[in-house]
């Protein structure tokens, strides 16, 4: 057996769904594949609306324990589960890379990254604080306080396998909450491991469990159950405002981290090879399947066609292959649907005039590949320009001056990230405030820290931000107690 298989919790000589701290076989099995190479990875438990059921249940039994633990307590899980992603961060980087390709040290930073985010939700796990109000009668006292929402649903994405499960279980366990969670059935197991590593960690037995299979199917079925008290989800806008309209309709509120189309101004630099280094490594990370990457840069035109010569050296540079070989930048994309959507996107650009200013070169034959593309004179209108295609392409737009930037910057549905490369602290602080993005870099790409809030505005996100000290805000609800002395005999 493959090491990392080991990892994967199993029944019957199978991988298991993980209900009420058991491994659970399911019924039906869906193979999952390697995407460099086809080779079947494992075949993943389905969920049915019954296992769902089960798993919700299961939360619900574990709750009023979870939530009982001191803070403290439930930290010191967090933080010995932390120790354990880093004890076995190899196989877990390895899982990773089998399940959805990316190179293997991107999929080693991510286990860190995960770590990371365990150890800061840790600590807040005592810091669940409320307040003091003073009150109209000199005898009362109102007090505020923070409990856990409840039972969360935590719907995830394949694109970081690792990190964006831990970055909805660890919040919600700090906060006493207890977990369903539905990974993305294109990468199922990163989340079976890490959740059985929980289990290993001291959690109680069904306060996280894990239901895999489709979307619309298993992930509908939480939704929509009456005992889920709230849904993060991370994924597509479309996917994201269905989930919402589900919500609404019994008042259970969203976590929603969903598509961004980022952009990085260029007004001025120094030295504009370092910034096309900031901009490609921001852009073609996870070959380009991130929420984060960068795949718009709006350009002075005085600084275009040194900065585009810049970029596109910098990507014909990157080597494309199998994210287990030493050597690659890129991997391949997550599945050949999502190859032929980029290509689309690079084809459609270039039949609207846009000019592609890296090289055209061969990829590997077997898999879902994509060389990286630094499409040129892209206009505002264009399909490559306004719509997130989640691969490694970068569109070039230029402008004339600080107020054209911002208006082509806002010039999308999303609002995730975006960055902007100046000598002039002015001219940043002026796009950083009139751009529509819930984060702004300033001279550097978008990459965010494990401990800071992280969330987008308009069509990239709603509810509060992940990470930092706004994830409570989702994961608790408010209490407000008036306090009076009883009055005396």
Known sequence: MTD???????????????????????????DVTDPATGAVVAAQP????????RAVRAAGAAATTWAGLPGRR???????????LRENSEALARLATAEMGKPLGESRGEVERAASEIEYAAGEAARMTGQ?????????????????????????????????????????LAAGDTVVVKPAEEAPFSALAVVGLLEEAGCIPGAVNVVCGAGPMVGAALVEHPGVDGI??????????????????????????????????????????RVADEIVAAAMQCTGQRCTAISRVVVENDLADELVAALAARVDALTVGPGTDPGTNVGPLVSMRQQHTVVDHV????????????????????????????????????????EEIFGPVLSVLRVEGLDEAIAVVNGTEYGLAASVFSTDMDVALRFMRGVGSGMVHVNHGTASEPHVPFGG??????????????????????????????APA
């Open 132 to 172: 003091t109000i003073p009150g109209d009668l000199p005898e009362a006292l109102v007090v505020t306080e923070r409990i856990p929402l409840g039972i969360i649903a935590a719907i995830t994405p394949w694109n970081f396998p690792i990190v964006s499960p831990v970055r909805k279980i660890a919040p919600a």
């Open 46 to 53: 389905l969920a049915g609306n019954a296992e769902v059921d």
């Open 232 to 273: 993060s989800f991370t994924g597509s806008t479309s996917v994201g405002r269905r989930i919402a309209e589900t919500a609404a309709r019994r008042l259970a509120p969203v976590q929603l981290e969903l598509g961004g189309k980022n952009a990085a101004y260029v007004h001025s630099a120094v030295d504009l090879g």
């Open 4 to 30: 990392f298989l080991q990892l994967i919790p199993s029944a019957e000589g199978a991988p298991a769904l993980l209900i009420g701290g058991e491994a659970v076989p399911a019924t039906e099995y869906e």
């Open 457 to 486: 505005v308009a069509g990239s996100g709603m509810g509060a931000f992940s990470i930092g000290d706004t994830a409570k805000e989702f994961f608790t609800r408010l209490r407000v107690g008036y306090l009076r002395a009883p």
């Open 347 to 386: 084809q459609r650009g270039l039949a609207g005039g846009a000019i592609r200013a890296s090289a055209e070169r061969p990829v590997p034959p077997d898999g879902p590949y994509v060389a990286p593309v630094v499409l040129d004179h892209v206009t505002p209108d264009m399909a490559v320009a306004t």
């Open 74 to 84: 439930r930290g010191a899980v967090l933080l010995r589960w932390a120790q354990l």
